[in-house]
């Protein structure tokens, strides 16, 4: 394509994008609006006109996945060369090559997991912990180090940050950790992946030659996700700019859902303030979705209130009309995934291929009811999150054996040397009908065909290119498309988008999670229901359960974000409270069925022999309404615990350590009942 003709191929906004090649842009792009096509647009028509050396453009994404998919797009238009990179990939590129002479000897060894190094911080400070606790405690660092905070800083910055009382523990107590899980890397000579960005910050800043090496390579700066960026990636961002300004930065405020990780849309909101002559730019066409989904997310939106950022586009929906979206309410969990399972079974036949379907939900927890439902009608999925493609055995032999063929493809078309070569692995043009790990091994060798079908007609590629375009992929982890439905939270479906979209679970303490206790996390809740919305393309169904299991009482109510939008009298009109009412409000609205019966037993347990110490009737430690509330919210810290009702700050001081140690299921010591005072 000529330059002439990248511009022609895109809308008017997205041709303003294009068009400005220099200087700060800001780009405001709503949900489905072709951000990815802009900007790669962009780069091809900078390139094409002479106004960019490809070797000197560094694009920025925030997954391994979308640089992948960058790059591809890039070649696809002609334009070789373009670093398209995640913050954390660009770094430990530049780390590893400056590190023999910025330092000295090799970059030390990155640890792929911090729950050893965090375990035994937690053994040398003395502390007890479990699985569930160190995975927070892990968080808790990775936010201190994103966000720059200090052991030193830590007690102060999580007080302003309203994160007191992570894994139970104080802050002071956290701090502490967070030096001794420094040391304890430095024992073993490891580093983290927040290291990485941290030690490349720390030599571009210490260094200047390094620097103005860095800044002579790298002159014209894309920055997808904005919204998405920490302080951190920010600081290096400045560090690579060195005070200049060609950089164009691409976000979305409605789609800021990873604030409880360090990441602020503060950067993509106040860029116009950072640069006053900056370029800004809104993407408002949705050429994803039809317009009853953009209507509803653009309702949504609506009803943020306070917390809906200026920096939000309302979407102008350009498909032509579609379906209503679906809204259902279902007896208890269990019916609702089976109807889910049959719907989705309707839109197969009706031809949506199942893999452009997928149920997404809140937590990873409710996954298990849609494989068994989807399995028993014979539907095949996939769990986004699980073994990764590229890791497979099955695809790891295929790619060995397509490798071994390259120098023998002889006259053969790329479709159809693929086919003879994984029919010796176990492909068949046909899907066999097991199901399970034979149906699984399938789907994956049958992914690569489709991938070599698909390179064939866009590039008219030839074996050598698939292995290599397989070699690339694998690196970036940029899996073809599995033919199964797709099994996903709310977070893993960023970025993506379906034919048909499943939202599940759309009941308050679901959505938002009970444990989002300020008016933020609320609102990022929302923002969270609005990128699920979003994904959608054409089929849309909202659902919740009245009841947690069968035969339990139907309690559940709709989502307070859908007031005003659930087409039926499901919820009673909502008057405005207090952040303290609003809290007791939603803690005494959790429901008997919604109790962990495990977790309830234990805690009886737990307060007849408490009860039986005191010399007490047990009632006087604790009701019973209080045991099904902390049974059914399963708190992991003390804030959690003291908005249930029946939990005063006496009853906190007196049993809340033990409780938290109930609800995680560990074994209380004779000291730890000890504290307990008579």
Known sequence: ???????????????????????????????????????????????????????????????????????????????????????????????????????????????????????????????????????????????????????????????????????????????????????????????????????????????????????????????????DVSPLQHRLLELWLGGRDDLCVVGDAAQTIYS???????????????????????????????????????????????????ASVELQAQRPSGPAVRFEAHDDAESEATAVAARAAELIRSGVSASEIAVLYRTNAQSEAYEQALSQAGIGYLVRGGERFFSRKEVRDAIVLLRGAVRSQGESTLPEVVRDVLTSAGWAPEPPAARGAVRERWESLNALVQLADDLHHTRGADLAQLVAELGERSAAQHAPTVDGVTLASLHAAKGLEWDAVFLVGASDGLLPISMAETDEAVAEERRLLYVGITRAREHLQISYARSRNAGGRGTRRPSRFLDGIWPSDERPPRRRRSKGA??????????????????????????????????????????????????????????????LRGIGPTKIEAYGAQILAVVRGEELTEGARSDTPV
């Open 1 to 227: 394509m000529s330059a002439d003709q990248l511009l022609d191929a895109l809308d008017p906004d997205q041709r303003a994008v294009a068009e400005q090649l220099t200087g700060p842009v800001c780009v405001l792009a709503g949900a489905g609006t072709g951000k990815t096509r802009a900007v790669t647009y962009r780069i091809a028509h900078g390139v094409h006109v002479g106004a960019y050396n490809p070797q000197t453009v560094l694009a920025v994404t925030f997954t391994a996945r979308a640089a992948g998919e960058m790059r591809t797009r890039l070649r696809d238009l002609g334009v070789g060369g373009v670093q398209a990179r995640t913050f954390h990939a660009a770094a430990l590129r530049q780390l590893s090559y400056f590190w023999p002479s910025a330092i000295g000897g090799g970059v030390p060894r990155i640890a792929e997991h911090k729950a050893p190094l965090i375990g035994e911080a937690a053994g040398r400070l003395g502390l007890s912990v479990d699985r569930l606790a160190i995975r927070d405690l892990a968080a808790e660092v990775e936010w201190a180090k994103v966000s720059m905070i200090t052991p030193d800083d830590y007690p102060r910055a999580s007080a302003a940050s309203d994160r007191s009382g992570v894994a139970g523990f104080d802050p002071t107590t956290i701090a502490r950790l967070l030096s001794v899980y420094e040391d304890a890397k430095t024992d073993r000579n490891v580093i983290d992946f927040e290291d990485v960005l941290l030690l490349t910050v720390g030599i571009l800043s210490e260094r200047p030659d390094v620097a103005d090496t860095v800044r002579r390579q790298y002159r014209h700066f894309v920055v997808d996700e904005f919204q």
């Open 260 to 310: 409880f990780t360090g990441a602020t849309a503060r950067y993509l909101t106040e860029f116009p303030r950072t640069y006053p002559e900056a370029t800004v730019v809104r993407l408002v066409r949705d050429y994803r979705s039809t317009p009853q989904v953009v209507s509803l997310a653009n309702a949504l939106l609506a009803r943020a209130g306070r917390y809906r950022s200026a």
């Open 582 to 643: 609003r809290a007791e409000a939603l803690a005494s609205s959790i429901a008997e069925e919604d109790a962990d019966p495990e977790v309830f037993e234990r805690l009886r347990a737990w307060r007849a022999q408490t009860a039986q110490e005191l010399d007490r009737p047990a009632f006087t430690v604790l009701h019973d309404s209080t045991l099904v509330a902390i049974a059914a919210a399963q708190p992991t810290h003390l804030r959690q615990l003291a908005i």
